[in-house]
């Protein structure tokens, strides 16, 4: 069994689609081993998207994460980084498939609901930065 970080973003919550989307982990079978709503600063915002700082799209970016609240999961199961990824669809909304949360239900290649950890390695980085109580 395999932990992986999941953001459920502020487009989401202001949206009303945090149910819709746990559900959607829940069901494929990823069990929750803490979930948070949490409002983050820039600061934070730069730690998780250390890789994307100096992004172009990094800026805007960085306001929409701190937009407001936002879902901080832990989410475990079999092979959960790539079956979240999978779950959630391509980073483009407008380009995602259908059946995934991206495809389903955004447009938007910034404001795409969902973030899940790229690799084991990202996931263990992820979750001692979101939540370094965890063991
Ligand atoms: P995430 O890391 O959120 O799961 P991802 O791994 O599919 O998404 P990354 O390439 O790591 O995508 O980009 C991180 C986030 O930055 C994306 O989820 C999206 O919100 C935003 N982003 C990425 N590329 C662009 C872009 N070209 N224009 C605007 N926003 C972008």
């Not at 959607?24 to 949490?38: D, F, N, Q, S």
């Not at 199961?77 to 999978?86: F, I, K, N, P, Y």
Request: glycine share 8%; proline share 5%; hydrophobic share 45%.
């Amino acid at each position: 069994s395999e932990r992986t970080l999941v953001l459920i973003k502020p487009d989401a919550v202001r949206r009303g689609l945090v149910g819709e989307i746990l559900s959607r982990y829940e069901r494929k079978g990823l069990a929750p081993v803490t979930l948070e709503l949490r409002t983050i600063d820039g600061a934070m915002a730069d730690a998780h998207y250390a890789e994307h700082v100096e992004k172009a799209f990094y800026p805007p970016l960085r306001d929409f994460v701190t937009s407001g609240p936002l879902v901080a999961a832990v989410l475990e199961g079999d092979q959960a980084v790539e079956v979240v990824r999978l779950l959630n669809g391509a980073t483009d909304a407008r380009k995602a498939a259908a059946g995934t949360v991206r495809g389903d239900l955004a447009l938007s290649n910034r404001e795409n609901l969902v973030h899940g950890s790229d690799s084991p390695e990202s996931a263990a980085r992820e979750i001692a930065l979101w939540f370094p109580k965890l063991g």
